[in-house]
């Protein structure tokens, strides 16, 4: 999962607002209208003083762009805040329509105007259902990505930066409050994440207040904490404060936390606690909710940003979990296994030969093999890709406070000038849940040339917009990385059979994500029917198919984003290759899909349409 589905599913809402909008400087003029300036030229200055202006809604996204305006505020999370984005962006497409001639742009800035809109319509479609939204889960709910924003995107350089962090400690105690409240709200309306939801995050939430200064008599640092140590200690080695500063620095670090961050924390748990009794041990699908049928069609608009119904999603599912079952035969007659595919299935998944050791010595071997891979395919990016990142990659385990078994891998991106690189990050408390012949796979969908090709080339973009390179559509996003995996194959990566038997398996759970997720949501599934079906189908540990039921359960439809968004891609791909013939060139068309930023599938079908008619013209 890419950093801005992480950013959507922190706030509760899926959107980033902030209660007031001063404004963010910017040197941004709209030209006036003449002859010496294009329409095109003049609605791209203003899409930059418009974006500047959906910027200042959210300090937290500018400081995942490593910009330090507001970089003393936390959001405001509020359903009012939310409303008041949602306004002001009515108000500036009402501005543009009556500012702008459309007919007179070129196709690029066509896409712009278009997606400035799409924006829009997604998010109010949305927020039309914010008393359905479970505002604390385990899937990046607000209470583990404060304390990640903190640690991972908080630089500190100067004096300035350490205040600017103490005044951010105290204002995620205000943000959370601001969540506990719409839960608590969403609950009177009879919204409740399910059971094992509230459980995990009273866990989480505790261990994120455990440890010093939280606790006395203690040994352990929290991870707060010791990130703000280290932090004042790196500007008093750099010489930036003196010792007795850091010291006052860090008295009000603890003041901070102790006051603010910790009490909030308290309420949250405190809370949870209580109305634990008032949830439901045997979760179901949204259907259950009040508005639940018409709050999943909206969520599967969101997610796939098509038009597809339940039940099409469900058929395309099932037929991919068949021909995808027939090529893993395949592997199952070159590998020798001569019993049935569930035989076969079962046999590999309890191999221990697919298993690095739980010891730390087996976690960094994994690390060690990940980065391995990805030195084999930075070698052969260059023959697919004409445009590369600039930012680079790490890979890291999870902090301890927020790592589950069985949790899913995922992305947090780079920043714009590549100064802060991007981050895949791996659950390793229970090394079973982390068999070798998916590794290949996933960090081809994580990193290269997945999520962090994809995402750092979009934000390092020179030639498009600035809110097209910041914002982010899950079939785009995801479909680009399950076809990533795919396009590694081609490249000559899974060598061994078993690695290309994970990325079948990782393939095909993405095909049981349609069944599964349209199954519970929409069909009436149990989670244990959810649970069977996928374990039947899948190479997954039982303890990741478990802890992925429960993310599908508790964020209905994102899950269908994968597939639909691949299937899409490769059907572009394939028209492309049809009408070019011997002129299709794989960098080209992956250039062109890339070059334009995160675009809804529709859109994305246009770009790639007029990239063949051009090609056809002799203007590509």
């Known amino acids: 999962m890419a950093r801005k589905l992480f950013l959507l599913l922190f706030l509760g809402a899926l959107l980033s607002c902030s209660g007031e909008n001063p404004g963010v400087e910017t040197t941004a003029e709209v030209p006036a209208a003449d002859s010496a300036v294009s329409e095109s030229e003049r609605i791209n200055a203003w899409f930059e003083e418009k974006n500047e202006e959906r910027l200042a809604f959210s300090p937290m996204e500018l400081t995942t762009l490593n910009r330090k305006e507001f970089y003393d505020q936390i959001d405001q999370l509020t359903l009012e805040a939310a409303e008041e984005q949602l306004d002001w962006h009515a108000a500036t497409i009402e501005e543009m329509q009556q500012e702008f001639d459309y007919a007179a742009l070129d196709i690029e800035t066509k896409t712009s105007w278009d997606t400035w809109i799409y924006m829009y319509e997604r998010n109010r479609g949305l927020q039309n259902f914010a008393s359905q939204y479970y505002i604390f889960n385990q899937m990046g709910g607000s209470h583990s990505f404060f304390p990640t924003f903190m640690i991972n995107y908080h630089r500190v350089d100067t004096l300035s930066d350490v205040e600017a962090y103490i005044s951010r400690l105290h204002e995620v105690g205000r943000a959370l409050e601001q969540e ?33 200064p939280f606790e006395s008599e203690v040994d352990s640092d929290s991870a707060i904490w010791s990130d703000s140590q280290a932090k004042i200690a790196a500007l008093v080695e750099a010489g930036e404060i003196d010792a007795a500063a850091g010291e006052e620095l860090a008295d ?10 910790q009490p909030a924390y308290e309420n949250v748990i405190a809370w949870l606690s209580r109305d634990l009794d008032n949830t439901d041990p045997q979760p179901l699908g949204v259907w259950a909710l009040p508005e639940g049928t018409d709050y999943y069609n909206q969520l599967l608009s969101y997610f796939t940003t098509t038009d597809l119904t339940s039940e099409e999603i469900h058929q395309i599912g099932l037929d991919e979990v068949e021909r995808l079952t027939t090529e893993m035969k395949a592997v199952k007659e070159e590998v020798g296994f001569e019993e049935d595919m569930p035989a076969f299935l079962d046999a590999v998944s309890s191999d221990s030969q697919f298993y690095y050791p739980n010891t730390d010595e087996g976690r960094q071997t994994y690390l060690d093999e990940t980065n391995a891979f990805y030195d084999y395919i930075r070698e052969r990016l260059p023959d697919y890709f004409g445009i590369l990142p ?40 229970d090394m079973n849940a982390n068999p070798t012949y998916e590794l290949e796979s996933t960090a081809y969908h994580e990193g290269l040339p997945g999520h962090h090709m994809q995402i750092a080339i979009a934000l390092e973009s ?11 559509y899950n079939a785009y996003v995801e479909g680009w990385a399950l076809y990533t995996e795919y396009l590694a194959w081609e490249m000559g990566a899974y060598e061994d059979p078993y690695s290309n038997l994970g990325r079948l398996s990782n393939e095909i759970w993405r095909g049981v994500r349609l069944v599964v997720d349209t199954g519970m949501h929409a069909m009436g599934w149990s989670k244990e029917e959810a649970v069977n079906y996928f374990a039947a189908h899948t190479l997954v540990p039982i303890e990741s198919v478990i802890a992925e039921i429960n993310r599908y359960l508790v964020i209905p439809g994102q899950a269908t984003s994968y597939k639909i968004g691949m299937l899409k891609i490769l059907e572009l791909r394939e028209r492309a290759q049809e009408a070019l013939g011997e002129d299709f060139d794989i960098r080209e068309f992956h250039d062109v899909v890339l070059s334009g930023g995160a675009l ?15 090609s056809l013209n002799g203007e590509g």
């Open 180 to 212: 506990l409240e719409k839960a608590q709200s969403n609950a009177e309306q009879g919204v409740r994440a399910p059971r094992f939801a509230y459980e995990i995050v009273i866990d989480e939430a505790r261990k994120i207040i455990s440890g010093v």
């Open 252 to 261: 009000q670090v603890r003041t901070a936390l102790v006051n603010s961050y």
């Open 390 to 429: 600039k930012a680079p990659l790490e890979v890291k385990r999870v902090e301890a406070f927020r790592e589950q078994d069985g949790a899913p891998a995922h992305y947090f991106s780079s920043s714009p000038d590549g100064e802060t690189p991007g981050i895949y990050y791996v659950h390793m408390s």
């Open 462 to 472: 020179e030639t498009i917009p600035e809110f097209r390179r910041q914002t982010s």
């Open 600 to 614: 809804p599938l529709d859109i994305l079908d246009r770009r790639i349409n007029n990239y063949i008619e051009a």
